[in-house]
């Protein structure tokens, strides 16, 4: 855990900009005293201080950590929408990176994945009729970054579901190239950084199910070499080396692994050595915590909120919020109204400052560091009055600035915190690299279902 890694970097750039400020007095000093030779030294004072600044720029970039331009963004103008102008002003000054999106299945359910067969700059609500996502109301959201879903449904697992993924990745692929202009494909932490300050949303991809890599050590690895950064450990059922969410119901009745077996485990330390994150969401309780006892990198929740204020399994318990702030990793909260709403108020229409009080509640009880966004657009059929599309996201920002979020907190929210863990990622990959791939094959005891193999 590195939390305080963006701090250093500020303190020393503060002490960068306190000798860059003596330099320029000495240099004042001696102009008044010296004259011409003065003039000399304080030239190449200014050159000096110039300099520092910049490398301080890309120092600050490499640690991937720090701010990319901070503005004062609580300055008030007497506008009549003070708290949403500061959000989106915090929104341009920081990248604003979501967790999870749909998208990619949305042109499969509407489209067959014909990507070239709906223009994305159109308003889509009137083309498809369920859709949350768009060019011109991604703008509008000020999204800075996206990890879009490569998902499959478990019906494919033991079948189909590695050409089915390929299917999802080669989509978001298509759309992604399709508009050079608004996004670029990125696979790392500086790259979202860098994304951001070209103007375009950064496109990452997520694997939406460990069902997606049909429990091959191999196919792992291919996922990550086509651009693949996170992996949903499961989805909304087992593999054969990992739990779902579904066992931690009371009346569940299915097989139950106690959440990862060896071979699972294995998965895990490999997904550590190649640098891909490893996302808690849709994972057993017991799941999570076998993964959090192993696992040498932050993890992430892509979409997922807190079980405290709505009690459903696919949200996380405290104790787990605990050990995840141990960890150093994210949750990154979904918008999802029944995974929002699931209390008392259950008979009211589920609202954006309901989602607000998930973000507080994590903040917290385990601080500001371990909190994101992951809302889940185009993944879900219902969402809570007031988030209703990607366009959005800067009322939610406004909501939390009435609560008195500042502006450092908000942009930790947005993405600070998901590119700590990322960069964490990254470096233990490094860290790891006189490591062998794992080569180990699932156990024929572990794979059941064998159906659809021919050996
Ligand atoms: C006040 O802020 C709003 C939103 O950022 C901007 O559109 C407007 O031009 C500003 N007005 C002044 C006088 O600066
Ligand atoms: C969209 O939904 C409306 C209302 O449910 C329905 O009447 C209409 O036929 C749908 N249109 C398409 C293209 O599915
Ligand atoms: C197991 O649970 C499923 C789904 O809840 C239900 O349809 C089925 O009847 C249950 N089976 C038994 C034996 O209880
Ligand atoms: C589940 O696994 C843990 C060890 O990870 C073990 O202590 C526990 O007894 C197991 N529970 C069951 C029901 O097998
Ligand atoms: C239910 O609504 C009341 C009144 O709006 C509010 O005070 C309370 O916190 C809400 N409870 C939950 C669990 O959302
Ligand atoms: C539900 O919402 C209504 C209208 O906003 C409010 O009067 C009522 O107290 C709410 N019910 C609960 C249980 O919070």
Not at 44 to 61: F, G, I, L, R, W
Not at 130 to 159: E, M, N
């Amino acid at each position: 855990m590195e939390l305080d890694s963006g701090k250093s970097t500020e303190n020393l750039f503060t002490d960068h900009k306190t000798q860059s400020t003596r330099r320029i007095l000495y240099g004042i000093l001696i102009i008044l005293s010296l004259g011409v030779i003065a003039l000399a030294i304080g030239l190449a004072v200014v050159v000096q201080s110039k300099n520092s600044e910049t490398s301080h720029v890309s120092s600050d970039a490499n640690q991937a950590g720090g701010a990319i331009s901070i503005p004062d963004c609580i300055k008030h103008n007497g506008s009549k929408t003070p708290e949403l102008d500061r959000a989106n002003c915090v929104l341009q000054s920081y990248p604003l990176i979501d967790g999870h999106n749909d998208l990619s299945w949305q042109y499969k359910d509407a489209a067959d994945n014909k990507v070239y067969s709906i223009d994305l700059n159109s308003d889509l609500t009137k083309v498809w009729n369920v859709t949350h996502t768009d060019i011109p109301r991604l703008r509008k959201g000020k999204l800075g970054a996206q990890f879009w879903a490569c998902y499959v449904d478990c019906t494919s697992q033991y079948k189909d579901a590695v050409r089915k993924s390929l299917n999802q990745l080669d989509t978001i692929k298509k759309f992604v190239h399709r508009y050079p202009d608004v996004f670029q494909f990125v696979t790392t932490a500086q790259g979202i950084l860098d994304a951001f300050k070209a103007g375009k949303i950064g496109s990452l991809v997520g694997l939406e199910g460990g069902h997606s890599i049909d429990s091959s050590l191999a196919n792992l690895r291919m996922f990550y070499d086509l651009g693949v950064r996170y992996m949903t450990v499961t989805h909304s059922c087992n593999t054969p080396w990992a739990d779902n969410w579904l066992v931690d119901a009371p009346d569940y009745n299915g097989t139950v692994l106690n959440g990862t077996t060896d071979f699972g485990k294995k998965i895990i330390l490999e997904m550590n050595r190649l640098g891909m994150l490893l996302d808690l969401s849709h994972v057993a309780k017991k799941t999570m915590i076998d993964i959090l006892s192993i696992t040498k990198a932050p993890v992430i929740y892509s979409h997922s909120s807190a079980f405290k204020i709505c009690p459903h399994f696919r949200n996380v318990q405290d104790d787990v919020l605990q050990m995840t702030k141990e960890n150093g990793g994210v949750v990154m909260v979904n918008f999802y109204d029944k995974y929002v709403n699931c209390g008392n108020n259950k008979t009211n229409i589920t609202t954006l400052s309901q989602v607000a009080d998930h973000i507080d509640y994590i903040k917290t009880l385990i601080g500001v560091e371990y909190v994101g966004i992951g809302a889940d657009y185009d993944g879900v059929p219902t969402l809570p009055v007031g988030l209703e599309d990607v366009s959005k996201y800067p009322d939610l920002f406004a909501e939390l600035i009435k609560r008195g979020w500042t502006d450092e907190e908000l942009r930790m929210l947005a993405g600070k915190n998901l590119i700590r863990v990322f960069t964490k990622a990254e470096q233990v990959r490094d860290s790891l690299r006189y490591m062998a791939p794992f080569e180990d094959l699932i156990s024929t005891k572990e794979e059941l279902n064998k159906q659809c193999r021919t050996e």
